[in-house]
Structure formats: structure tokens, C-alpha cells
């Protein structure tokens, strides 16, 4: 797990990095979306609580099992490596439908993870990394 801790920290940086780019870029663009707002303003805490604790331990696991284990996996074998990540990376980032920041920035995420399980060569880096 202590890998996954500095990667994790890396991702964190760079999705900051990313975001602050679409602001300087586009002014004005939410990079918070909708849903997490919505998330963040439940009163009731045990839904609050069972939303995060759903959001951060079965989202990645589902995640990185589709996008890296079946999906990243499948175009490698198909294409060389750097198109495999960048693509599964687009497709990652625009399956997650709270706008084009949130996007690009999941985007960024997605082809991080793949170069991280890439070099881990295990799941289990990636998803701890995601969670």
C-alpha cells in the first residue's frame, strides 16, 4: 500500500493542476460538479456517510477492474501502449458525466492509473491509489 500513497498524492497534484488549467483557460467553468455539491449539502449523515464510503471502496474497484483490468488490457494487446492508455484514459474520463472539467481532469486520472498499473502489473495498486 505505501506505493499507492505517493501515486495517489501525485494524482491529486496533477487533477489540481488540470483544473487550474481549465479555469486560466475558460473562466467561469464549474470544476466542482453538480453531484459532488448535491453530495456535500446531504443533512442526513448516514446517507452522506454510506454515499462516501460507496463512492470511495466499490466505484474504484468497478472502476479499475473495467478500465484497467478488461478495457486497458484488451486495446494493449490490440495496439501499441501509448494509444491504448490515451484512449482507455478519454474513455474513462468522458464515462464520468458531470461535465467537460470533470472530464478532461478524469482523463488525466485515467492515463495516470493505466501508467501506474503498467508498472505495478496489479490491480490492487491502481484501485488503492483511486480509492
Not at 61 to 76: C, I, K, M, S
Not at 89 to 105: I, P, V, Y
Request: glycine share 6%; charged share 10%.
Amino acid at each position: 500500500f505505501r506505493p499507492a500513497i505517493p501515486v495517489a498524492l501525485l494524482l491529486v497534484v496533477i487533477a489540481a493542476a488540470v483544473r487550474y488549467l481549465i479555469q486560466l483557460a475558460s473562466p467561469g467553468t464549474p470544476v466542482t460538479s453538480e453531484a459532488v455539491t448535491r453530495i456535500a449539502s446531504f443533512q442526513d449523515p448516514v446517507v452522506l456517510y454510506t454515499t462516501l464510503l460507496l463512492s470511495v471502496l466499490i466505484g474504484p474497484v468497478a472502476e479499475e477492474v473495467f478500465f484497467r483490468g478488461f478495457l486497458f488490457n484488451a486495446f494493449r494487446t490490440r495496439m501499441p501502449r501509448i494509444v491504448a492508455i490515451c484512449l482507455q484514459a478519454l474513455l474513462f474520463g468522458f464515462c464520468h458525466t458531470f461535465g467537460l472539467a470533470h472530464a478532461g481532469t478524469a482523463s488525466v486520472l485515467g492515463a495516470g492509473l493505466a501508467i501506474y498499473y503498467e508498472r505495478r502489473k496489479t490491480l490492487i495498486a491502481p484501485i488503492v491509489a483511486h480509492a
